[in-house]
């Protein structure tokens, strides 16, 4: 059973516009979520987080929302840039856990100039 | 300052060899991670370690051991390695619970 899903494989936007990725989770006790970006022949990097207590926490380009009730986040792009082009990961956190993350399956960004 | 670095970044292995990856990170971070990446899937947990001298199994422990002998080390080895073995390892540490893991450059497996 995945705990984490992002149900969308991949997206395509036009640069300018707002990207919107998606992210399920099943597990209540997850309270921390992050996302990170990852480019081919890299290892991810962490591009923003937020904590079960928020809903909304901005980063310049980037915000991530959450809806506990309905165990859903979402991750803003606006505006969205070429470079911005890359595989992007949802992942979630217990924080008893020892920080052990779950990953979802990743949503590939295509940023059309 | 290298973050967390791994080494090698590509081996070909055959069925029944061994190996160690080795990852090395320069934060003083006390939790490591081992995470294979298989094409399609995201990240799954093989290993993990809450500080120096401790270990404990993830997701996806089977085929797989793993060493914590000094705090900025985290090796994890192949005893015998199978094709399913085949994926890209990625190492990450973190320095507390409650932020950000910071992943290293990944080793590219594949297991003929």
């Known amino acids: 059973d995945q705990q984490v899903k992002q149900n969308s494989p991949s997206l395509s936007v036009q640069e300018g516009r707002i990207s919107i990725l998606n992210c399920d989770y099943t597990n209540s006790m997850f309270d921390y979520f992050l996302w990170y970006k990852k480019y081919p022949a890299e290892g991810p990097t962490f591009l923003i987080s937020i904590s079960s207590i928020k809903d909304k926490n901005e980063d310049g380009r980037f915000t991530v929302f959450l809806n506990k009730s309905a165990k859903h986040l979402s991750l803003h792009i606006v505006p969205s840039q070429p470079g911005d082009s890359a595989v992007y990961f949802c992942a979630a956190r217990g924080r008893t856990n020892a920080g052990k993350s779950t990953f979802g399956d990743g949503t590939t960004l295509t940023v059309k100039p | 300052n290298a973050g967390v670095t791994q080494t090698p970044k590509f081996r070909v292995l055959k069925t029944g060899q061994s190996m160690t990856l080795l990852c090395a990170q320069d934060?003083?971070?006390?939790?490591m991670y081992w995470y294979r990446q298989d094409p399609g899937m995201g990240l799954r947990l093989i290993h993990y370690s809450v500080g120096e001298g401790t270990t404990a199994k993830g997701e996806v422990p089977d085929g797989y051991n793993v060493s914590r002998l000094k705090k900025q080390n985290f090796l994890l080895g192949l005893e015998s390695a199978a094709p399913s073995q085949t994926s890209v390892y990625f190492c990450?540490?973190?320095?507390?619970?409650?932020?950000?893991?910071?992943f290293g450059q990944g080793t590219r497996l594949t297991v003929v």
């Open positions: 934060m003083n971070h006390e939790y």
């Open positions: 990450a540490s973190s320095y507390s619970t409650a932020t950000e893991a910071f």
